[in-house]
Structures are given as C-alpha cells and as structure tokens.
C-alpha cells in the first residue's frame, strides 16, 4: 500500500496483503508507468506476527532516509522503521505478482519508532497512521488518516508537536518540499498545504 524509490533501480513496496516489504532491483530503469517487471530481482521481508497490517483503503506511506527505511503501519497504528542492510533468515521462495520464483527472508530487525498507545494518547483516540514524510535529518511527519492530526516526531519517538488540521478523517498521502508539508485528503479530494513555521 505505499511505494518508494530507494536508489539506481531498486524500490521497495509494502505489501500489507502478505504483512511484508518487497525489495524490487530492476535490471533497466524503471521509469513512471511502466508496466514490465519481469526482470526484476525480489526479496520478501517477513514477520511472525509482528509485520505491517493493511488499513482497507487507507495507504502506508514509505520512506527511506539515511540507510533507513520508514513505514506508516496503519493497521497496527504505529511507525516501524527497518535498516536497508538489514539481514534476516533465510526461509526459501515464493512466486511474485509477476510469477517470478524470489526469496524470501524472515525476521529482520524491524524497530518501533513510535507506537499505537502514544499515538492515540496524542491523537485523542485512533491512530491511523497513513501519511509519513522526512521533515528534517531528525524529524519526521505522521499524519493519523482517523482525525486528520499531524505530528511531528523525532527518530527516537518524542513527539515535538501535534497540529489539528481541520480536515478530519480521511488524510491519505503526504509529503514534504521546502520545509512545507503537503497531503491530501482522499475523501475531499483536495490537497493541502500546511506550513509549520506559520501555524
């Protein structure tokens, strides 16, 4: 349910059907809208128990940042974040959406950055995590899709501030350009500016 570029022709795709992160090396460029994946090399990251859950209609933001990969786990209303060299077991292959025979690997380390109980105490009820964006080296966005609130984290959890936007539910993408936030509201459809410096 949500989509980044990592480097060269490698993204990475969270896939909330299978409570995974798919790893795509596409041996062209991959360029927007093309369609042909089947030269691409795959790996499956796994949990037992512990993977992201999939919001129905709600999408999981995804980011990379310093080697750092950072998801917007909706259905378990936190932010869970996994190092890119990060290395797990081995446990044998499974055919991809394309029918491409990948590996797949269980349990790497995947790390809370904030979770559901500090979210909702923050949110004042469901948290939803659904839009998530890199406001600074040390900061990251997190909007709740539940009650249209956006937070400012720290990487260590702290939550630095929490802005009401008004919106209500229904915050879907968000992402960040020149120190202003931009999301959108999917119900509305409309996007929204948001510029923290002035609220």
């Known amino acids: 349910t949500g989509i980044v570029w990592e480097c060269d022709n490698v993204f990475w795709a969270i896939?909330?059907?299978?409570?995974?992160?798919?790893?795509y090396d596409f041996a062209e460029p991959h360029l927007a809208g093309h369609w042909y994946h089947d030269d691409a090399t795959i790996k499956r990251y796994q949990w037992d128990g512990n993977g992201p859950v999939r919001v129905a209609d709600v999408p999981s933001n995804v980011i990379v940042e310093a080697g750092v990969l950072?998801?917007?786990d909706s259905g378990n209303g936190r932010v869970i974040s996994m190092a890119l060299d990060a290395e797990g077991t081995p446990a044998g292959t499974f055919f991809s959406y394309e029918g491409l025979e990948s590996d797949r690997i269980a349990n790497a380390p995947l790390e809370t950055v904030i979770d559901q109980a500090a979210l909702a105490a923050e949110w004042g009820g469901s948290a939803v995590p659904s839009g998530l964006a890199v406001l600074d080296a040390e900061t990251l966005v997190v909007a709740n899709n539940a009650s249209g609130h956006v937070s400012l984290v720290g990487l260590d959890g702290t939550i630095i501030r929490t802005i009401d936007t008004g919106v209500g539910a229904g915050i879907g993408g968000l992402t960040v350009f020149n120190g202003v936030i931009y999301f959108t509201h999917m119900t509305e459809r409309r996007i929204y500016r948001l510029d923290v410096a002035a609220s």
């Not at 896939?15 to 790893?23: E, M, P």
């Open 15 to 23: 896939n909330s059907t299978a409570n995974a992160f798919d790893r």
């Open 70 to 72: 950072y998801v917007a």
